[in-house]
T-cell receptor, first 110, second 113 residues
Protein backbone atom coordinates (compact mmCIF):
# COMPACT_ATOMS: atom_id res chain seq x y z
CA UNK A 1 0.00 0.00 0.00
CA UNK A 2 0.87 3.66 0.05
CA UNK A 3 3.76 4.63 2.33
CA UNK A 4 3.40 8.08 3.90
CA UNK A 5 5.99 9.63 6.17
CA UNK A 6 5.61 12.91 7.98
CA UNK A 7 8.37 14.91 9.67
CA UNK A 8 8.95 16.14 12.26
CA UNK A 9 6.68 14.33 14.71
CA UNK A 10 6.86 17.26 17.14
CA UNK A 11 7.69 20.90 16.50
CA UNK A 12 7.92 23.80 18.93
CA UNK A 13 8.26 27.37 17.69
CA UNK A 14 8.12 30.81 19.24
CA UNK A 15 5.05 32.85 18.50
CA UNK A 16 5.62 34.83 15.32
CA UNK A 17 8.13 32.37 13.88
CA UNK A 18 7.49 30.08 10.91
CA UNK A 19 6.81 26.34 10.96
CA UNK A 20 7.38 23.81 8.20
CA UNK A 21 6.12 20.22 8.12
CA UNK A 22 7.09 17.79 5.37
CA UNK A 23 5.19 14.81 3.99
CA UNK A 24 6.78 12.16 1.79
CA UNK A 25 4.72 9.62 -0.15
CA UNK A 26 5.48 6.63 -2.33
CA UNK A 27 2.66 6.39 -4.89
CA UNK A 28 3.58 8.37 -7.99
CA UNK A 29 -0.10 8.27 -9.07
CA UNK A 30 -1.16 10.45 -6.13
CA UNK A 31 -2.87 13.58 -7.39
CA UNK A 32 -4.38 15.30 -4.37
CA UNK A 33 -2.35 16.59 -1.41
CA UNK A 34 -4.24 17.95 1.61
CA UNK A 35 -3.26 19.03 5.07
CA UNK A 36 -5.61 18.58 8.03
CA UNK A 37 -5.51 20.23 11.45
CA UNK A 38 -6.78 18.43 14.53
CA UNK A 39 -7.22 20.21 17.83
CA UNK A 40 -7.23 18.17 21.02
CA UNK A 41 -10.31 15.94 21.22
CA UNK A 42 -11.76 17.34 18.00
CA UNK A 43 -12.20 16.06 14.46
CA UNK A 44 -9.58 16.74 11.76
CA UNK A 45 -10.43 19.61 9.44
CA UNK A 46 -8.98 20.51 6.07
CA UNK A 47 -6.85 23.65 6.16
CA UNK A 48 -5.27 23.66 2.72
CA UNK A 49 -4.87 21.35 -0.26
CA UNK A 50 -3.12 21.26 -3.61
CA UNK A 51 -3.47 19.26 -6.79
CA UNK A 52 -0.71 17.78 -8.89
CA UNK A 53 -0.91 20.39 -11.61
CA UNK A 54 0.07 23.17 -9.18
CA UNK A 55 3.39 23.65 -7.38
CA UNK A 56 2.36 26.04 -4.63
CA UNK A 57 -0.79 27.37 -3.05
CA UNK A 58 -1.17 30.04 -0.39
CA UNK A 59 -4.02 31.05 1.88
CA UNK A 60 -3.10 33.94 4.19
CA UNK A 61 -0.52 32.58 6.67
CA UNK A 62 -0.69 29.03 5.35
CA UNK A 63 0.94 27.63 2.22
CA UNK A 64 1.52 24.22 0.68
CA UNK A 65 4.31 23.39 -1.76
CA UNK A 66 4.48 20.28 -3.89
CA UNK A 67 7.45 18.53 -5.46
CA UNK A 68 6.04 15.66 -7.52
CA UNK A 69 9.44 14.59 -8.81
CA UNK A 70 10.73 14.05 -5.29
CA UNK A 71 7.30 12.90 -4.06
CA UNK A 72 6.92 15.22 -1.15
CA UNK A 73 4.82 18.21 -0.16
CA UNK A 74 5.15 20.62 2.72
CA UNK A 75 2.98 22.77 4.94
CA UNK A 76 4.27 26.25 5.74
CA UNK A 77 2.78 28.39 8.50
CA UNK A 78 4.11 31.92 8.88
CA UNK A 79 3.68 34.34 11.79
CA UNK A 80 2.55 31.49 14.04
CA UNK A 81 -0.02 32.17 16.74
CA UNK A 82 -1.01 30.19 19.85
CA UNK A 83 -4.19 28.99 18.11
CA UNK A 84 -2.02 27.23 15.53
CA UNK A 85 -1.05 24.73 18.23
CA UNK A 86 -2.56 21.40 17.13
CA UNK A 87 -1.71 18.16 15.37
CA UNK A 88 -1.30 18.41 11.60
CA UNK A 89 -1.76 15.49 9.23
CA UNK A 90 -0.98 15.04 5.57
CA UNK A 91 -3.17 12.67 3.54
CA UNK A 92 -1.98 12.23 -0.06
CA UNK A 93 -4.66 10.62 -2.18
CA UNK A 94 -3.66 7.27 -3.55
CA UNK A 95 -6.09 5.27 -5.68
CA UNK A 96 -9.19 4.70 -3.57
CA UNK A 97 -7.57 5.08 -0.20
CA UNK A 98 -6.63 8.22 1.63
CA UNK A 99 -3.71 7.22 3.87
CA UNK A 100 -2.78 9.63 6.63
CA UNK A 101 0.64 10.58 7.84
CA UNK A 102 1.43 9.93 11.50
CA UNK A 103 0.92 13.56 12.44
CA UNK A 104 3.00 16.49 13.69
CA UNK A 105 2.30 18.03 17.09
CA UNK A 106 2.92 21.76 16.65
CA UNK A 107 3.29 23.86 19.80
CA UNK A 108 3.49 27.62 19.50
CA UNK A 109 5.19 29.08 22.57
CA UNK A 110 4.08 32.54 23.73
CA UNK B 1 -20.66 20.72 11.25
CA UNK B 2 -20.25 19.24 7.79
CA UNK B 3 -23.39 17.09 7.80
CA UNK B 4 -21.76 13.95 9.18
CA UNK B 5 -22.70 12.66 12.60
CA UNK B 6 -21.49 9.90 14.87
CA UNK B 7 -23.11 8.41 17.91
CA UNK B 8 -22.63 7.92 20.71
CA UNK B 9 -19.90 10.40 21.67
CA UNK B 10 -18.68 8.19 24.50
CA UNK B 11 -19.15 4.44 24.73
CA UNK B 12 -18.19 1.99 27.42
CA UNK B 13 -18.05 -1.72 26.78
CA UNK B 14 -17.28 -4.77 28.83
CA UNK B 15 -14.74 -7.21 27.51
CA UNK B 16 -16.28 -9.86 25.29
CA UNK B 17 -19.13 -7.69 24.06
CA UNK B 18 -19.73 -6.53 20.53
CA UNK B 19 -20.62 -2.87 20.05
CA UNK B 20 -21.79 -0.88 17.02
CA UNK B 21 -20.78 2.70 16.29
CA UNK B 22 -23.08 4.79 14.15
CA UNK B 23 -22.05 7.08 11.27
CA UNK B 24 -24.60 9.02 9.23
CA UNK B 25 -24.09 11.68 6.55
CA UNK B 26 -26.53 13.87 4.65
CA UNK B 27 -23.95 15.21 2.20
CA UNK B 28 -24.88 12.76 -0.56
CA UNK B 29 -21.29 11.48 -0.52
CA UNK B 30 -20.53 8.15 -2.14
CA UNK B 31 -17.40 7.18 -0.21
CA UNK B 32 -17.21 6.64 3.54
CA UNK B 33 -14.31 5.69 5.79
CA UNK B 34 -13.65 4.48 9.33
CA UNK B 35 -10.43 5.38 11.13
CA UNK B 36 -9.02 4.49 14.51
CA UNK B 37 -6.89 6.97 16.44
CA UNK B 38 -4.88 6.04 19.52
CA UNK B 39 -3.52 8.70 21.91
CA UNK B 40 -0.76 10.69 20.29
CA UNK B 41 -1.03 8.69 17.09
CA UNK B 42 -2.19 9.22 13.55
CA UNK B 43 -5.29 7.90 11.85
CA UNK B 44 -5.32 4.27 10.79
CA UNK B 45 -7.81 3.06 8.21
CA UNK B 46 -10.16 0.27 9.33
CA UNK B 47 -12.64 -0.06 6.45
CA UNK B 48 -13.85 2.03 3.55
CA UNK B 49 -16.75 1.95 1.14
CA UNK B 50 -16.87 3.56 -2.29
CA UNK B 51 -20.48 2.67 -3.02
CA UNK B 52 -23.56 1.12 -1.44
CA UNK B 53 -23.31 -2.62 -0.76
CA UNK B 54 -19.56 -2.62 -1.29
CA UNK B 55 -16.68 -2.12 1.14
CA UNK B 56 -13.00 -2.97 1.47
CA UNK B 57 -10.65 -3.68 4.34
CA UNK B 58 -8.17 -1.06 5.37
CA UNK B 59 -4.91 -1.55 7.20
CA UNK B 60 -6.34 -2.75 10.53
CA UNK B 61 -9.65 -4.49 9.72
CA UNK B 62 -9.19 -7.50 12.01
CA UNK B 63 -11.77 -7.57 14.77
CA UNK B 64 -14.06 -5.07 13.01
CA UNK B 65 -16.99 -5.40 10.61
CA UNK B 66 -19.05 -2.91 8.60
CA UNK B 67 -22.11 -2.72 6.39
CA UNK B 68 -23.23 -0.24 3.74
CA UNK B 69 -26.89 -0.90 3.07
CA UNK B 70 -27.69 2.78 2.56
CA UNK B 71 -25.67 5.60 1.06
CA UNK B 72 -26.15 7.70 4.17
CA UNK B 73 -25.06 5.13 6.73
CA UNK B 74 -21.85 3.21 7.41
CA UNK B 75 -21.98 1.54 10.86
CA UNK B 76 -18.90 -0.05 12.40
CA UNK B 77 -19.10 -3.06 14.70
CA UNK B 78 -16.25 -3.64 17.10
CA UNK B 79 -16.29 -7.34 17.86
CA UNK B 80 -14.93 -9.25 20.83
CA UNK B 81 -12.13 -10.43 18.52
CA UNK B 82 -10.57 -6.97 18.58
CA UNK B 83 -7.83 -7.26 21.20
CA UNK B 84 -7.38 -3.59 22.11
CA UNK B 85 -10.53 -1.72 21.12
CA UNK B 86 -10.12 1.29 23.42
CA UNK B 87 -9.55 4.22 21.04
CA UNK B 88 -11.07 7.25 19.35
CA UNK B 89 -13.02 6.27 16.22
CA UNK B 90 -13.54 8.71 13.38
CA UNK B 91 -15.87 8.36 10.42
CA UNK B 92 -15.36 10.39 7.25
CA UNK B 93 -16.99 10.83 3.86
CA UNK B 94 -15.85 12.07 0.46
CA UNK B 95 -17.83 13.02 -2.62
CA UNK B 96 -16.55 10.80 -5.40
CA UNK B 97 -15.56 12.92 -8.36
CA UNK B 98 -15.69 16.03 -6.22
CA UNK B 99 -13.13 18.01 -4.27
CA UNK B 100 -11.58 14.97 -2.54
CA UNK B 101 -11.82 16.73 0.82
CA UNK B 102 -12.64 14.37 3.67
CA UNK B 103 -15.39 15.51 5.99
CA UNK B 104 -15.10 14.01 9.45
CA UNK B 105 -17.67 13.23 12.07
CA UNK B 106 -17.08 14.34 15.68
CA UNK B 107 -15.83 10.89 16.68
CA UNK B 108 -16.74 8.23 19.22
CA UNK B 109 -14.48 7.49 22.16
CA UNK B 110 -14.73 3.81 23.01
CA UNK B 111 -13.48 2.51 26.34
CA UNK B 112 -13.37 -1.17 27.23
CA UNK B 113 -13.77 -1.77 30.94
Amino acid sequence: GENVEQHPSTLSVQEGDSAVIKCTYSDSASNYFPWYKQELGKRPQLIIDIRSNVGEKKDQRIAVTLNKTAKHFSLHITETQPEDSAVYFCAPRSARQLPFGSGTQLTVLP
Amino acid sequence: DGGITQSPKYLFRKEGQNVTLSCEQNLNHDAMYWYRQDPGQGLRLIYYSQIVNDFQKGDIAEGYSVSREKKESFPLTVTSAQKNPTAFYLCASVRTGGSDEQFFGPGTRLTVL
